[in-house]
């Protein structure tokens, strides 16, 4: 349970609470009470944390993409590569961005101006739909928003297509069926995981472009927040 995976695992676990109890307590209290109010502070807190976490997210299963590349690609030097060190250094690393990301996109949004009781047509402050209410100019806000996904988003998947790239040219090199498939075992879980998390939330933002209907990205958006961080634990559990 000290070894690099375990260490990564950890991160990315404490993550998914953090990521699912930013919208889930707050929509649970509304369903309850019949109530669908949240203040201005509120909604911009939410969206912080909102935004932090899920690219806390995205950067961690890029990290373990790298892990799994070294466990599979370089067994001998594993130990010696992903050293307590530099795994110390890539979640902190990964928290940083997160953070800087996040505040970025928060302060950008304090800059705009709102009319009062204005209604968000999701369940969360979700900072397409928020920035969509604003009465002034959202230029800056679209470009660095655009800016960041496209960046993260291409660095990331980047990352990990090339690891499981290099990962599937090792397993198809060895030789017996059981050491392909002892090899394909140790990074089924991640694979699953990312598929998830790249799928759902590609589905959200389909949905958004290719209907209008509200109620189709609501249902996408709850895959996205709710269903994937709750199967994550179920699937590394069920590996182990």
Not at 221 to 238: D, G, R
Request: proline content about 2%; glycine content about 4%.
């Amino acid at each position: 349970f000290h070894s690099p995976m375990y260490f990564l695992l950890s991160n990315l676990s404490f993550t998914d609470i953090c990521f699912t109890s930013t919208t889930i307590p707050k929509m649970l209290v509304n369903i309850q009470t019949q109530s669908k109010v949240i203040t201005y502070a509120g909604c911009i807190s939410q969206m912080y944390f909102f935004i932090m976490f899920g690219c806390l997210d995205n950067l961690l299963l890029t990290v373990m993409a790298y892990d799994r590349f070294v466990a599979i690609c370089r067994p001998l030097h594993y130990m010696v590569i992903m050293n307590p060190r530099l795994c110390g250094l890539l979640a902190l690393g990964s928290w940083c961005i997160s953070v800087m990301v996040s505040l970025l996109e928060s302060l950008t949004v304090l800059r705009l101006s709102f009319c009062t009781n204005m209604e968000i047509s999701h369940f969360y402050c979700d900072l397409s739909e928020v920035l969509k209410l604003a009465c002034s100019d959202t230029l800056v806000n679209n470009t660095t928003m655009y800016f960041v996904t496209i960046v993260l988003g291409v660095f990331s998947l980047s990352a990990i297509l090339f690891s499981y790239a290099r990962i599937f040219s090792s397993i198809l090199k060895i030789s017996s069926a059981g050491g392909k498939y002892k090899a394909f075992s140790t990074c089924g879980s991640h694979l699953s995981v990312v598929s998830l998390f790249y799928g759902t939330g590609l589905g959200v933002y389909l949905c958004s472009a290719a209907t209008s209907s509200s109620r189709t990205s609501l249902v996408a958006s709850v895959m996205y927040t709710v269903i994937t961080p709750m199967l994550n634990p179920l699937i590394y559990t069920l590996r182990n």
